[in-house]
């Protein structure tokens, strides 16, 4: 089955610092979402991906998307302490499939 | 909007006993799915309904059952609960299935001894 590998698992930052995110999928993707989920909290949707080569910017955070549509990466330039919290990216491929699959998150703490 | 609610936010079972966990969007969204978060293993799922009376299984079904009687409701029953499946489950909701963002709701926290 489809699997989506998200490296590093835990990232630690002094405050200031850039954090990337790496998200690698063993199929080609439909799209690729992002998420973020703060200590004892749920996750929630950060962006979307769906075009081969996409880049999308939200502040301080730029999200890519591969040329091939299987990988995609989450850039936060200067780190704040209000990023703390678990990444996750989650991937759908095929046209025909509802199936979101996750990968395993990467969390980030800032030192301040 | 209440968005999407789950209820009971703690749970502690024994091995061998059942339970239904619930959940319910306002939101009028089509797509409903149940997801599993263990430490360092991501957002697993569980089962999804893409409408009433529509469910189908995803990466982890066994020990679960769910179905989907009406549009608002999805609840996730465990028939006989065992210690592997001590988790925090999520459920979440969305327009046109995984297309567009997936909201989640608050998680229930699922101790079985």
């Known amino acids: 089955g489809q699997q989506v590998m998200q490296i590093p698992q835990y990232q630690h930052v002094q405050e200031g610092e850039d954090f990337t995110t790496y998200c690698n999928s063993s199929?080609?993707?439909?799209?690729i979402q992002w998420y973020k989920q703060r200590p004892g909290g749920h996750p929630v949707f950060l962006i979307q991906l769906v075009k081969s080569g996409e880049v999308k910017k939200q502040k301080r955070l730029t999200f890519q998307f591969g040329e091939a549509k299987k990988n995609s990466s989450l850039h936060i330039t200067a780190t704040q302490t209000t990023d703390v919290g678990t990444y996750f990216c989650a991937g759908r491929s095929g046209a025909g499939s509802y199936q979101l699959t996750f990968g395993k998150g990467t969390k980030l703490s800032v030192i301040p | 909007n209440a968005g999407v609610t789950q209820t009971p936010k703690f749970q502690v079972l024994k091995t061998g006993q059942s339970m239904t966990l619930q959940c319910a969007q306002d939101m009028n969204h089509e797509y409903m799915s149940w997801y599993r978060q263990d430490p360092g293993m991501g957002l697993r799922l569980i089962h999804y309904s893409v409408g009433a009376g529509i469910t189908d299984q995803g990466e982890v079904p066994n020990g679960y059952n769910v179905s989907r009687s009406t549009t608002e409701d999805f609840p996730l029953r465990l028939l006989s609960a065992a210690p592997s499946q001590t988790s925090v489950y999520f459920c979440?909701?969305?327009?046109?299935?995984?297309?567009?963002?997936?909201?989640f709701g608050p998680g229930t926290r699922l101790t079985v001894l």
């Open positions: 199929t080609t993707l439909s799209n």
């Open positions: 979440a909701s969305s327009t046109q299935g995984s297309y567009n963002e997936q909201f």
